[in-house]
């Protein structure tokens, strides 16, 4: 288990970043990027993880609770090939399913009113999806 890691909840407008340690043990580090245009966003992507040393990308994948995929998931496997294109890194695809869900919970139980954590839940779900990974390595 080495190298750092980044977790992306993508969205249509905003997207959730969450990097680790070096080591790739503990999540670290998490914004929120706004953005709608994929290539500009793959772009950004590319150069962050660059200058943080990312040695691993996952991706998460929005499935239906019956483990089912739709448009959302079509998108975002098309997202993960012009990732792969940018960064030349392979991105590991991570189901998502509860992690906005989640990220809202956690948000709203800290006393986070709505509005004011627009920005915040998707780097919270992009978190959670990291958290996720990094334990399965274990």
């Given at each position: 288990?080495?190298?750092?890691?980044?977790?992306?909840?993508?969205?249509?407008?905003?997207?959730?970043?969450?990097?680790?340690?070096?080591?790739?043990i503990l999540c670290g580090e998490a914004v929120t990027i706004n953005e709608w245009n994929a290539e500009r966003l793959a772009d950004t992507i590319a150069e962050m993880a660059k200058q943080r040393q990312v040695e691993t990308l996952v991706l998460g994948l929005p499935k239906n609770?019956?483990?089912?995929?739709?448009?959302?998931?079509?998108?975002?496997?098309?997202?993960?090939?012009?990732?792969?294109?940018?960064?030349?890194?392979?991105?590991?695809?991570?189901?998502?399913?509860?992690?906005?869900?989640?990220?809202?919970?956690?948000?709203?139980?800290?006393?986070?009113?709505?509005?004011?954590h627009k920005n915040t839940v998707d780097a919270v779900a992009a978190s959670l999806l990291l958290e996720g990974y990094l334990g399965s390595r274990r």
């Open positions: 288990m080495s190298g750092r890691v980044l977790a992306i909840d993508y969205g249509d407008a905003r997207t959730g970043l969450a990097f680790s340690d070096l080591l790739g609770m019956d483990g089912s995929e739709g448009a959302r998931a079509e998108k975002c496997r098309a997202f993960k090939a012009l990732l792969e294109e940018r960064t030349g890194l392979s991105v590991v695809l991570w189901d998502e399913r509860r992690s906005s869900i989640e990220a809202h919970n956690i948000l709203h139980a800290v006393g986070k009113k709505e509005k004011k």
